[in-house]
């Protein structure tokens, strides 16, 4: 049997999710509301407007059920906007609605505008091939607390991080053909 | 490191699907937005309503306006160059704007050629009121389309037209054989590559907006079940009598756009939208899709 693996599906890149979660062998739930969270062993937040996002998850209740999910051990992982809803705050001047289950202070927009926008080959911690990276008006991680492990930088610059069972990148492995992202979250979710 | 790649243009207007892109004319307009939950805004001199209403020539935004919204707000900022006008597209590239609408809502400058957006780092959205004129668009290097619809007029009726326009040809092209595909291409007036590509995948290569009309949140769920991957509203919010909540329920029918118990508690209450046009009442020489082709 297939584990169901949730992604968020308020706005954003979620159906690139899914199907990257299909390919890595999971069945993909579109995640709306709270109920929608029953069941899951791995949940992923997509890529978009982080406040689009917080806005829309305030709004329709689904801030304190994802705290407590993922809080209580659901294996996550937050791609770009995503990675900004799950941390604790930004470095900009406007709180906006996060999560806090990542113990990281994450400057938005961090490489510039979306002229400045790339791709690049990534060196991750402990895998033998680099990993083609998409970085789109993208964040980096400013400040880390204990317990987070930095996995890939960028000019000494977090960009893809784990605590425990919270899982964050900068960039958007859903845009390439490359699964071991989404692998490694169900590998996480298989350690539960 | 590679920058403005194919990859990378698409990319952002992933990111904006299930969201809403906002008219605004001023920083403060812009910030009402973005507290929203808009994903984008279009920096406009004026709303297609009133460009529609007081004529004139239509030309990009004063770079000074673009420069005070970006200013004001993190979310991606947008703004329309003229049909044709690279020079706008150029200038619109070195002010850092996020994504250039070459759109017919300005007065085109070119009545023959569309913008060469290969040559650009920063991506463009065309509008397309069928298959063939969005693969013609995608074509010239297009990295989002929409649809035309009829602008400033709050009458989602050409949007809807449009968008089942596109989905009926996609249809077709499934329905037929390889050998078929050179034929179809010709008769869409489209780059035969692309139209096999539709033809394989069942969809466009690039994001599809709705834009042209959209007036009620109603009116934005309309367009995602008819199968749009978001919205944009030009005058229907600042337009409206009260924008900021019209703004938020907007936002939140293109999320909930499959639930209509959420469509009817956010559509309560909004106050009076934007008045609209019919579109038979419109002179011919005064509709705006009909600009570039």
């Given at each position: 049997?297939?584990?169901?693996?949730?992604?968020?599906?308020?706005?954003?890149?979620?159906?690139?999710?899914a199907a990257a979660l299909s390919a890595a062998g999971a069945t993909p739930v579109l995640v709306r509301t709270a109920a929608d969270l029953d069941g899951l062993a791995a949940l992923v937040v997509p890529g978009g407007e982080s406040t689009t996002m917080g806005a829309l998850a305030e709004r329709f209740g689904l801030v304190a059920p994802l705290r407590e999910a993922i809080g209580g051990g659901l294996p996550t992982l937050g791609t770009c906007a995503g990675l900004i809803f799950l941390a604790r705050a930004t470095t900009g001047p406007r709180p906006?609605?996060?999560?806090?289950?990542?113990?990281?202070?994450?400057?938005?927009?961090?490489?510039?505008?979306?002229?400045?926008?790339?791709?690049?080959?990534?060196?991750?911690?402990?895998?033998?091939?680099?990993?083609?990276?998409?970085?789109?008006?993208?964040?980096?991680?400013?400040?880390?607390?204990?317990?987070?492990?930095?996995?890939?930088?960028?000019?000494?610059?977090?960009?893809?991080?784990?605590?425990?069972?919270?899982?964050?990148?900068?960039?958007?492995?859903?845009?390439?053909?490359?699964?071991?992202?989404?692998?490694?979250?169900?590998?996480?979710?298989?350690?539960? | 490191?590679?920058?403005?790649?194919?990859?990378?243009?698409?990319?952002?207007?992933?990111?904006?699907?299930?969201?809403?892109?906002?008219?605004?004319?001023?920083?403060?307009?812009?910030?009402?937005?973005?507290?929203?939950?808009?994903?984008?805004?279009?920096?406009?001199?004026?709303?297609?309503?009133?460009?529609?209403?007081?004529?004139?020539?239509?030309?990009?935004?004063?770079?000074?306006?673009?420069?005070?919204?970006?200013?004001?707000?993190?979310?991606?900022?947008?703004?329309?160059?003229?049909?044709?006008?690279?020079?706008?597209?150029?200038?619109?590239?070195?002010?850092?704007?996020?994504?250039?609408?070459?759109?017919?809502?300005?007065?085109?400058?070119?009545?023959?050629?569309?913008?060469?957006?290969?040559?650009?780092?920063?991506?463009?959205?065309?509008?397309?009121?069928?298959?063939?004129?969005?693969?013609?668009?995608?074509?010239?290097?297009?990295?989002?389309?929409?649809?035309?619809?009829?602008?400033?007029?709050?009458?989602?009726?050409?949007?809807?037209?449009?968008?089942?326009s596109m989905t009926n040809e996609i249809r077709r092209l499934q329905t037929l054989g390889g050998d078929q595909l050179m034929a179809a291409a010709r008769e869409l007036r489209a780059p035969y590559e692309l139209v096999r590509e539709v033809a394989e995948t069942g969809r466009l290569p690039?994001?599809?907006?709705?834009?042209?009309?959209?007036?009620?949140?109603?009116?934005?769920?309309?367009?995602?079940?008819?199968?749009?991957?978001?919205?944009?509203?030009?005058?229907?919010?600042?337009?409206?009598?009260?924008?900021?909540?019209?703004?938020?329920?907007?936002?939140?029918?293109?999320?909930?756009?499959?639930?209509?118990?959420?469509?009817?508690?956010?559509?309560?209450?909004?106050?009076?939208?934007?008045?609209?046009?019919?579109?038979?009442?419109?002179?011919?020489?005064?509709?705006?899709?009909?600009?570039?082709?």
């Amino acid at each position: 049997m297939t584990v169901r693996a949730g992604v968020l599906a308020l706005q954003g890149d979620f159906r690139e999710h899914a199907a990257a979660l299909s390919a890595a062998g999971a069945t993909p739930v579109l995640v709306r509301t709270a109920a929608d969270l029953d069941g899951l062993a791995a949940l992923v937040v997509p890529g978009g407007e982080s406040t689009t996002m917080g806005a829309l998850a305030e709004r329709f209740g689904l801030v304190a059920p994802l705290r407590e999910a993922i809080g209580g051990g659901l294996p996550t992982l937050g791609t770009c906007a995503g990675l900004i809803f799950l941390a604790r705050a930004t470095t900009g001047p406007r709180p906006q609605v996060q999560l806090g289950v990542l113990d990281a202070v994450v400057e938005r927009n961090a490489f510039g505008r979306q002229v400045d926008s790339f791709e690049t080959d990534l060196r991750v911690a402990g895998w033998a091939e680099p990993l083609r990276a998409v970085f789109i008006r993208a964040p980096r991680v400013e400040r880390t607390g204990e317990g987070v492990e930095v996995l890939a930088a960028m000019d000494g610059h977090p960009v893809m991080v784990r605590q425990d069972k919270v899982l964050g990148t900068a960039f958007h492995p859903e845009l390439t053909g490359d699964r071991r992202v989404h692998t490694l979250l169900l590998e996480m979710a298989g350690e539960r | 490191m590679e920058q403005g790649t194919v990859r990378v243009k698409r990319g952002l207007a992933e990111m904006l699907k299930g969201g809403v892109i906002m008219d605004v004319t001023t920083a403060a307009q812009a910030k009402i937005a973005e507290e929203a939950g808009a994903v984008a805004v279009m920096a406009l001199e004026r709303v297609p309503a009133d460009i529609r209403r007081e004529g004139g020539v239509a030309r990009m935004a004063d770079p000074a306006r673009i420069e005070e919204i970006k200013a004001a707000v993190t979310i991606p900022v947008m703004a329309k160059a003229r049909i044709g006008h690279f020079v706008e597209a150029q200038i619109l590239e070195a002010l850092g704007v996020d994504y250039v609408d070459e759109s017919e809502v300005l007065t085109p400058a070119d009545e023959e050629h569309h913008i060469d957006k290969w040559q650009f780092t920063v991506p463009f959205v065309c509008g397309a009121r069928d298959l063939g004129e969005a693969l013609r668009r995608i074509g010239e290097g297009a990295a989002m389309i929409r649809t035309k619809g009829e602008a400033g007029t709050g009458n989602v009726v050409e949007a809807v037209r449009h968008m089942r326009s596109m989905t009926n040809e996609i249809r077709r092209l499934q329905t037929l054989g390889g050998d078929q595909l050179m034929a179809a291409a010709r008769e869409l007036r489209a780059p035969y590559e692309l139209v096999r590509e539709v033809a394989e995948t069942g969809r466009l290569p690039v994001v599809n907006f709705a834009a042209g009309g959209i007036a009620t949140p109603a009116d934005a769920a309309l367009m995602m079940q008819l199968g749009c991957d978001g919205v944009f509203v030009g005058s229907g919010i600042f337009k409206s009598d009260d924008p900021a909540p019209r703004a938020a329920a907007i936002v939140a029918a293109t999320t909930y756009f499959r639930d209509p118990a959420v469509l009817a508690r956010v559509s309560q209450g909004l106050g009076t939208p934007m008045a609209g046009l019919e579109i038979g009442r419109i002179p011919p020489a005064e509709m705006l899709q009909t600009r570039g082709r």
